[in-house]
């Protein structure tokens, strides 16, 4: 059983193979994989919390600023900050980018920044498969118009909830397709864990059966032929380039003892969640550097992608309430208008949503990506002690808002089958949200993005991005299934290379 432990206790000497920055889920299952090649040490900054509760968590991040049209705004750029990152409390959605998500050029054609990724469905297929076959993900097949070719589910689907069951109705009267949310939550046992009781929505909760899938238990879990070593409570603040132009050293900051150290590594994976990883780019000045490492071309931080979504929500008629003790936060879901919304522009994924706070709700939350814009970026603030950590530039395109409003009227038709007095809240999330990515897009060519397919920073070959700050377009569709399989696929070519 590995454990995360100070960095006082971790071996400096000699120096690791590889060297992870960031403990989320891309940081965890590349630290994982490429332990079973070389000596790896991962750096977390966040230290295990497991009694704080999420709005205690988030607040403990909101240290950034959004500069927008709406003016100067507290902004938060984590997910989460501990061990397991924004997954170990996550609402268990675990969905694969479909295949036109890889190029959403027509539908984008207005976009500032290449929505193309470098790569195709295809090539994250067999890592997505591979994602699947470890965690388990209760889904069905065959009712989802938009559902990639993939392995065949090895867990049934979990039950309608008595709202999701009045969710499908109202489908049904509208003629829009629905299946179950792909969950990776047990349905029944699987890889060790335990089939869900439904104690409720597992959205911004630890888990506490452990029947949601995680990939730090994994980690955690894995045997003596992984030689990982792992750290919490430090902050990576800086890489450092020797004269050759490779990285050599990251230099950080342990926050228990308040000391800096110096961690030297032949490789160096940057898995610090899109925006923070654009911030550790940034902040690695140097004489052949000088505007932050691998940004001789300024596209670090640039084409950063948020969501928009947003609730609807009405009572839940008593006899739903009645039948319902606690439930899963999602059984629900439709792709029908993922593609193509009913007044044009790229869709997006509508889902019931439950909320733990709200017994007497149902609620759907919808959800469209954001057109890449260049000129939507990060960058570290000017140091201060207590000043901000970063600054996001960020203004949402119009035709998004109103693909945003196409969608949700959606929803609140839906709604209005159920009951009267429906209403609908689009959430502000350019202040920062818990799906981030862009800022170090993926392409071939080496002018207008930041590393290559294989995640490799174009301008220094010992370094990789393995978060979502590769992705070139966010897509609608929730992100933590591609962040994992995406993670997998580059930390394995870096090992088989290395
Ligand atoms: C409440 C909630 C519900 C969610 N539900 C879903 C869902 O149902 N389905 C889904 O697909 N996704 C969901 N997500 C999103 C999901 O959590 C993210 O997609 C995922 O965590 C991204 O993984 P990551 O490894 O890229 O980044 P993160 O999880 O953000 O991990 C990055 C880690 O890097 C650390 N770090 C940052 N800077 C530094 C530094 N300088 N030095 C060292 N460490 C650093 C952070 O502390 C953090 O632990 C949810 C998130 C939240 C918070």
Redesign the pocket.
């Known amino acids: 059983m590995k454990h995360f432990v100070q960095l006082s206790q971790i071996p400096r000497s000699p120096d690791y193979d590889y060297c992870v ?8 299952i590349a630290a994982h994989e490429l332990s079973r090649r070389g000596e790896t040490l991962l ?4 230290a295990a919390s497991p009694e704080s509760s ?1 709005s205690e968590l988030r607040a403990a991040t909101t240290d950034s600023v959004l500069v927008s049209d709406h003016g100067v705004h507290p902004a938060n750029p ?10 170990e ?7 694969r980018y479909r295949a036109q998500d890889f190029d959403r050029s027509a539908a984008f054609a207005h976009a500032s920044a290449d929505p193309r990724w470098p790569i195709g469905y295809e090539d994250l297929r067999p890592y997505y498969d591979e994602v699947e076959r470890r965690f388990g993900i209760a889904r069905t097949t065959g009712l989802d118009p938009t559902e990639p070719p993939s392995c065949a589910p090895l867990l049934p689907p979990h039950p309608p909830s008595a709202r999701a069951e009045l969710i499908n109705e109202a489908f049904d009267e509208l003629g829009i397709g629905h299946f179950p949310t792909p969950l990776g939550v047990n349905s029944r046992p699987f890889a060790r864990r335990p089939a869900c009781t439904r104690c409720g929505p ?3 909760t630890l888990c506490r059966t452990g029947a949601k899938a995680s990939v730090l238990p994994l980690v955690l879990g894995s045997g003596s032929e992984h030689r990982l070593r792992l750290a919490h409570a ?4 800086a890489l450092r380039v020797d004269p050759s132009g490779r990285v050599s050293a990251v230099e ?1 900051l342990d926050t228990v003892r308040g000391r800096h150290a110096t961690i030297r590594a032949r490789h160096f994976v940057i ?4 925006l ?2 654009c ?2 780019l940034l902040r690695s000045t140097s004489r052949l550097h000088p505007h932050g490492l691998a940004n001789g071309n300024d596209q670090v931080g640039r084409g950063i992608q948020f969501k928009l979504t947003g609730y609807a929500d009405v009572r839940a008629p008593a006899s739903a309430q009645l039948r319902e003790s606690p439930t899963l ?2 059984t629900t879901a439709t792709t029908d208008f993922y593609h193509r919304l009913p007044g044009g522009g790229c869709g997006g994924f509508l889902y019931e949503a439950s909320a733990s706070d709200r017994p007497d709700t149902i609620r759907l939350h919808f959800v469209v990506s954001e057109t890449p814009m260049a000129e939507n970026s990060v960058a570290p603030a000017p140091s201060s002690a207590d000043g901000p950590n970063v600054v996001i530039r960020h203004r949402t395109h119009r035709s998004d808002l109103r693909r945003l409003r196409s969608l949700r009227s959606i929803a609140v038709d839906t709604l209005a089958r159920i009951g009267r007095g429906v209403r609908a809240q689009e959430e502000f999330n350019a202040t920062g949200m ?3 990515a862009g800022g170090c897009r993926a392409g071939t060519d080496p002018r207008t993005s930041v590393v290559g397919p294989e995640g490799r920073l174009h301008q220094c070959d010992n370094v990789y991005v393995a ?2 700050a590769y992705f070139p377009y966010a897509a609608a ?5 591609t ?1 994992i399989a995406n ?1 997998l696929r580059i930390s394995r070519q870096l090992a088989q290379h290395s």
């Not at 430090?234 to 603040?237: K, N, P």
């Open positions: 920055i960031g403990g989320g889920p891309a940081g965890l750096l977390e900054a966040g999420y984590w997910t989460l900050r501990g061990p397991g990152g924004g997954m409390r996550y609402a268990g959605i675990l969905v597992c959205n911004e430090v902050t990576a603040e950080c898995a610090a969640g899109a923070n990883s911030a550790l936060f999602s818990a799906h981030l978060d979502s569709a929730n992100p933590t299934m962040v993670a």
